[in-house]
Each structure stands twice: as structure tokens, then as C-alpha cells.
């Protein structure tokens, strides 16, 4: 069998609006796949605050830098959009209108196009132009009230359910459905309107389903999942780390006590009203030995037992390892691409793309010579370009950490 390494999306090109968050990781994805991913910087970067060289949501793309307060700015992003099968831009609503790089603009140019939308509210709605972070998204999507202790506050899971599960892989979702749909021979293109606040709440379906059949409490710590269960959760160890532990079914539920030496003395998991007992017997049996120990005595069982391990620590990790999760690329350590294909794999093939980098070799590669030529002139002082316009470009990448403020021109 014949293989590639380039992924099953050699041959797709994509324009990115540089942006931060959840836009560049489906970018990324897109380009992990094999697509031919040119991100469009803009003078000054988009706003993520940490040096481009070990930015790896933009790693396997090539970078262009076009200013769109330039005369011709838009003019250079809808030559690239001609050309290309996919445009990816987290504006909000309007912003990219302003800019001349809307949908109407674009699928004039190129009515094949697919045009993805990364937002958090959406394009309509009540808050469709307001500021957001990827905390609220989840909140008002019902997420976030699950997640952490009974009586405790939500437990906010970095950006990771919001931004990247909610947003990001949707948006890739829709433009690989749109993408196929365009390639039809009576298919067109058309703008794929990913917002996180809906992705987020699509992926709580199942709770919805157990919540409807009386299966979920609408309360967090009261759950089969939601570490309400003391055979469903995370113990302390002897020194400090901890245990997750996980064995729902009773066969590995068994395995699991007996492991851990407490068969004996522990009362029936089905003893709802003794479960505080049974989960304090768990914890204390716990911290009598190290994480280290914890995972030896379990290596081997099916008593779905695994130790918690540090973003640093994980890459070591046996299985990891042994298969190829984690790889090394330019002296930086990093997820490997996935999902994995058996005739077509992805792989890392370019480091981060540093802004305007690569403005030649995407010039010829695409056949845009005027790509390279300098721009036009600034629009002078007393004509402010619309993304100086109120509620302009922003982007839709959220985190705790400053640097990954929402950013207002």
C-alpha cells in the first residue's frame, strides 16, 4: 500500500486571518492534515503574547504579512481567497464586512469557497457583538456548572472545552462537511458559522439525554461522571500526585478494590447511602503508598487506574511514547497530529510560521507575483480604516493568562 506523508488534505488551500485562540488551532488541525494553511499576519501580530518561534498552533503553515489599513490590503487577501478552497477568519460580526473581506466579497470572487466563522456568541443574536472569553461561553452553555465539587465553585478547564473542543474542532467539522459538499458537481460555496457557545452545548448532548431520563442530577458532584461517584475521580497520593480512577463497570470495579487491598473491608458500591464511606476508605488507602507505587501495582490490570501526569510529564509516559503522541520538531516538544491515517498520515513538517516569513515562496507557489510587490501607502489620519472602527476585529482565543486578552482595535 502506498503511502504519503503530506495528509488526506494535500492539495487544500486555506487562508487564515491571523487571529489567537481557537482560529489558529483549526487552522493548525487543517494544516497537521496536509493542507497548504497561508496565514495572513498583520503588522504588530495578532496579540498572543509570546514569541512567534514557539507558537505551535502555527506550526505547518506559511505566513504572509498584508495590512489591511493599506489601500490595496483587501485587495491582496481576496487575490489569495481566488485561489484558495478555504478561508478561516474570528472576527466579530461585521468586522470582516468592514474590512472588505466579508463572505459577499469573498464567494464573489470564488463561489467554491468555504467560508469559516470563528466566533463565541456567533454572527446573530443578543451577544453577538459583545466581548467574550471562553469561561463565559461555557458557562452559559450549561458546561461549566458540571464540572468541579458539590458545594464548591465550577472548576474552569483552562480553554480546552470551550475554545478548542466547542470552537475549534467545529469550525474544522464544518469546513471539511462544507468542503465536501463544494466539490459536488452542483455544489457551491458557503459560510460555515461556528460558534463556540453552540458547539460547547452540542457537546453536552448525552448529559441532556441522562438529565430527560432521570439518569443526571441538574448538580454538579451528584453524578455517575461528574465525580460524584467514589469510584470515578482523582485520589491523593503519598507524596502530593494523584491517582484518576475510573472503573464504572463491576468487573473492573472488582479488580480495582482488590488491587488496592480493600476488598474486604469496603461496603457494596451499590450502597448509595455509604458512599462517603467507601470513598474516604479509597482515599486513605491511597495515600499510604507514591504515585510511582500506585502505578506499578496497577500496571497490568483492567482497573482503569492511571496516574495524573504533568503537561512536562507526559510525553515519558510508556504508551505515549511507544506510540508516537508526542513528537520533538526543531528542538520543540509538541502533540504529534491527529487523528492517524493509514495511507495518507500527517505529520509535522514546518515549525511555527514567523509573520511575513514566507511572502515569496507563497507568491510563486500560488502564482500571485504582486504577493511580494510592497504595498500601497497608509489610508491617511483622517480616514481610519474600519478596524480602528468601534467593536472592530477581535479575536476569539480565551484564557486566564493576560496575554491572551481579547483584543479591541
Not at 458537481?185 to 453552540?198: R, S
Not at 464504572?248 to 479488580?255: C, K, P
Request: charged share 20%; aromatic share 6%; net charge negative.
Amino acid at each position: 500500500m502506498a503511502t504519503t506523508e503530506n495528509g488526506p488534505l494535500t492539495g487544500v488551500r486555506v487562508v487564515e486571518l491571523a487571529g489567537i485562540g481557537p482560529g489558529p488551532f483549526a487552522a493548525m488541525t487543517l494544516a497537521d492534515l496536509g493542507a497548504d494553511v497561508v496565514r495572513v499576519d498583520r503588522p504588530g501580530g495578532a496579540g498572543l503574547g509570546i514569541d512567534s518561534a514557539h507558537d505551535l498552533t502555527n506550526r505547518n503553515k506559511r505566513s504572509v504579512l498584508i495590512d489591511l489599513k493599506t489601500e490595496d490590503g483587501a485587495a491582496r487577501v481576496l487575490d489569495l481567497v481566488e485561489r484558495a478552497d478555504v478561508l478561516i477568519e474570528g472576527y466579530r460580526p461585521g468586522v470582516a464586512e468592514r474590512l472588505g473581506i466579508g463572505p459577499e466579497e469573498c464567494l464573489g470572487r470564488n463561489p467554491r469557497l468555504v467560508y469559516g466563522r470563528m466566533t463565541g456568541w456567533g454572527q446573530e443574536g443578543p451577544l453577538a457583538g459583545r466581548a467574550g472569553h471562553d469561561i463565559g461561553y461555557i458557562a452559559v452553555s450549561g458546561a461549566l456548572s458540571m464540572i468541579g465539587k458539590a458545594g464548591e465553585p465550577p472548576v474552569v478547564p483552562a480553554n480546552l472545552l470551550g475554545d478548542y473542543a466547542g470552537g475549534a474542532l467545529y469550525l474544522v467539522i464544518g469546513v471539511l462537511a462544507a468542503l465536501q459538499h463544494a466539490r459536488t458537481p452542483d455544489g457551491t460555496g458557503q459560510v460555515v458559522d461556528a460558534a463556540i457557545v453552540d458547539g460547547t452545548a452540542h457537546l453536552t448532548t448525552m448529559i441532556h439525554a441522562m438529565m430527560g431520563a432521570g439518569g443526571w442530577q441538574d448538580r454538579r458532584g451528584a453524578n455517575l461522571l461528574d465525580g460524584g461517584s467514589p469510584f470515578y475521580g482523582s485520589y491523593e497520593t503519598a507524596d502530593g500526585e494523584y491517582m484518576a480512577v475510573g472503573p464504572l463497570e463491576q468487573r473492573f470495579y472488582n479488580e480495582f478494590i482488590e488491587s488496592l487491598g480493600i476488598a474486604d473491608e469496603v461496603p457494596a458500591r451499590k450502597d448509595f447511602g455509604r458512599w462517603d464511606e467507601l470513598r474516604d476508605a479509597v482515599a486513605a488507602r491511597f495515600r499510604t503508598k507514591t504515585r510511582a507505587e500506585w502505578t506499578a501495582v496497577f500496571e497490568g490490570t483492567d482497573a482503569c487506574v492511571a496516574p495524573v501526569l504533568s503537561l512536562r510529564e507526559a510525553p515519558a509516559h510508556p504508551h505515549l511514547a511507544a506510540r508516537g503522541t508526542f513528537v520533538d520538531h526543531g528542538g520543540l516538544v509538541q502533540p504529534a497530529p491527529a487523528p492517524r491515517f493509514s495511507v495518507t498520515p500527517g505529520s509535522v513538517r514546518r515549525g511555527p510560521a514567523r509573520p511575513g516569513a514566507d511572502t515569496a515562496e507563497i507568491a510563486r507557489d500560488w502564482g500571485l507575483p504582486s504577493l511580494a510587490e510592497p504595498p500601497l501607502a497608509e489610508p491617511s489620519p483622517a480616514e481610519p480604516s474600519p478596524a480602528e472602527s468601534p467593536h472592530a476585529e477581535s479575536s476569539v482565543a480565551e484564557s486566564s493568562s493576560p496575554a491572551l486578552a481579547k483584543e479591541d482595535s
